[in-house]
DNA sequence: TTCTCTACTGTGAACGCTCACAGAAGCATG
DNA sequence: CATGCTTCTGTGAGCGTTCACAGTAGAGAA
């Protein structure tokens, strides 16, 4: 009976062993697993043949010890956790950013600062060089983390434009404005002139932008600005509906709604269904994000889709670009309208 | 101008500055970091001001090549990408393990394993002893991952009883046969007799678990069991909608349903909506989770609650011990019924 | 005193890898 | 034949830490 069957985990084999198995040195093993130039074709297939046979993984602390790269990204949420919660984009954008590492074989640190003392931790942890980079999601202004790890080099890359920080700094984002002027566009479209809307949070870009896009497009209509039209609100379902039932009462005749989210969206539909007002018969309902919460709405929402495999398959692409010393990079991506029975 | 300030990440300090700024030798500082075992209180005040001066910290890297832990912990999801996407059960345990691993300063990796290729990969990457154990999340029965993990000696917590398995594996789980008891006899206690179920897919330990408590209690109160009450869904909205519609075919007459997830509770409640029941008036509808689905639904969902955040304490807590060399233990949590509005 | 025990401290020697360098072999050029 | 260039290979050093071990000092017991 030997020690390798019994769970007892064994002594993984080195560099070294797979050399001897080669027969060559350490050096030519270690060129073969990192690209294989200066190899000639010979060693290179003794040493794989020897990776196989020997079934060697490299020892990742080692080379980061001499390499000084950690070879893993961490993936930081510093928003309260409530919007951690509700959200449905953080499952969709964390799924995304891990697969996308995974294609490079770098594993991704999930890291939430929602404390003062997590965030000190954290802070810590990074700009002593344990992670390459950091995709960050803070969409508020004024993050201390944020400004921390800018501050100290460290690539970083945002989702959604950071509102706070000087322009030297990654992000990547949908077309928040350019969405909202192709859902309020959409509305107008089907007749509708009273139209009303419920923001996000403007300390965030998405609700400053997403704000803009509809005051763009009702002033190119010609429609005049009514700010009993206008509420804000947080993203979440609960302040949706408090949004509907303010706008309701100040304006009676509104005949459609853009909501900045589809789990605000969610809770505009209660309070309207609540009110008696049929969707879309007297009030058309117009969501954002394209999130489960849009088709498990009834009736289903129409709304704006927002590319998130493609943001998170470009947040690891600039961060890693940046990490192999590329300049910081800002991205932009366009939406999609997505036509359902709310409108 | 020094470099310090330009953003270029300077050469971190080592262990070495720390001995040298406390005027002590590297084996003392490390004796310091390790707990402060044999080290004179005059010894130990000195090494920590030095590291506060010199803004120390350890390289991790370093310390795992000798140690041979890695001092992180996988998390590894072995789902397919849907559920991922729609169960909130897994942002509320994967947020409660990073914080419960966080307070170790344990950082947490998140593993997605959907694909053939991605589980290869994986488990190649979690027996190199890249991590030193992982919480595994994965109900479903016949994982190959999990017992090629289990083989390995690779220390492992599963969420929820794998049903695959042998009985060597740890794991916690919430009560969900208990829990469905409870579900199904404040059912019998507002004088419901034709009791439906949607169950979970059967091939999970939940599916199986709740549907067993729930035969067993109407067995107790001698209602004989009825198989148009019974269909089963795999936790989907969309299988709750389908589930509740082959029952209102199937069991005209029914007057309440215990619905194994939130998620799919809400979906019977838009087919009984559909249909003209009232709930809870005509069918009281129960669900399981507790989860953000249960408020977020019209009426509201009176439910069971899972304990997650002591369900994620307890993953780690055992993780945590068997990676010290403790036996694997099986944990589970007591439920609690939630009354809202749909019973 | 002398011996033993405990509390504490310093010093190589690893851990497994990459990197810089030196050197060998092959080939073309002067 | 020497010289240079390119391609390939092996070797020693060292990354920052922990660990085993040797050693010192002081207290208490013989």
Redesign the pocket.
């Known amino acids: 009976m030997t020690m390798s069957q019994t769970g007892g985990r064994r ?1 993984p084999p ?3 062993d797979v050399a001897r198995e080669a027969g ?5 093993v ?2 073969v ?2 690209g294989g130039h ?3 074709p ?2 290179q297939e003794a040493v794989n043949a020897a990776i196989r046979r020997t079934g ?1 993984v ?2 990742r602390h ?2 980061s ?3 000084g790269r950690s070879d893993s990204v961490g993936f930081l949420l510093t928003e309260p956790q409530e919007r951690f919660f509700e959200d449905p984009n953080f499952n969709v954008l964390l799924r995304g950013c891990t697969q996308a590492l995974a294609a490079h074989d770098i594993p991704l640190l999930l890291m939430l600062a929602g404390t003062e003392d997590e965030r000190r931790r954290i802070t810590r942890y990074i700009t002593a060089g344990h992670v390459d980079g950091v995709l960050l999601v803070s969409s508020h202004s004024g993050d201390p983390v944020a400004e921390e790890l800018r501050e100290a080099g460290v690539p970083l890359v945002a989702c959604g434009k950071p509102i706070g920080l000087g322009s030297k700094v990654s992000y990547v984002a949908a077309d928040d404005r350019d969405g909202a002027r192709d859902m309020v566009r959409h509305l107008l479209s089907l007749g509708r002139r009273r139209i009303g809307v419920v923001t996000g949070p403007l300390d965030t870009p998405g609700g400053v932008e997403r704000l803009a896009g509809y005051r763009e497009v009702l002033a190119e209509a010609g429609i005049a600005a009514d700010e009993r039209l206008v509420v804000s609100g947080d993203y979440s379902r609960a302040s949706g509906e408090a949004g509907a039932e303010r706008l309701l009462a100040q304006a009676p005749d509104m005949d459609a709604v853009f909501v900045a989210s589809d789990l605000m969206a969610q809770g505009v539909l209660a309070a309207l269904h609540r009110a008696g007002r049929r969707v879309p018969e007297d009030i058309a309902v117009g969501g954002f994000d394209d999130s489960p919460a849009a088709t498990a709405a009834t009736p289903e929402l129409t709304t704006i889709r927002q590319p998130w495999d493609r943001i998170s398959n470009e947040m690891v692409r600039v961060l890693l670009a940046q990490i192999g010393g590329e300049d910081p990079a800002a991205v932009i991506l366009p939406t999609e309208l997505v036509r359902r029975a709310s409108t």
């Open positions: 002594r080195t560099i070294h060559v040195s350490r050096g030519t270690s060129r697993l990192n200066y190899v000639s010979a060693a060697y490299v020892n080692a080379r010890l001499i390499t």
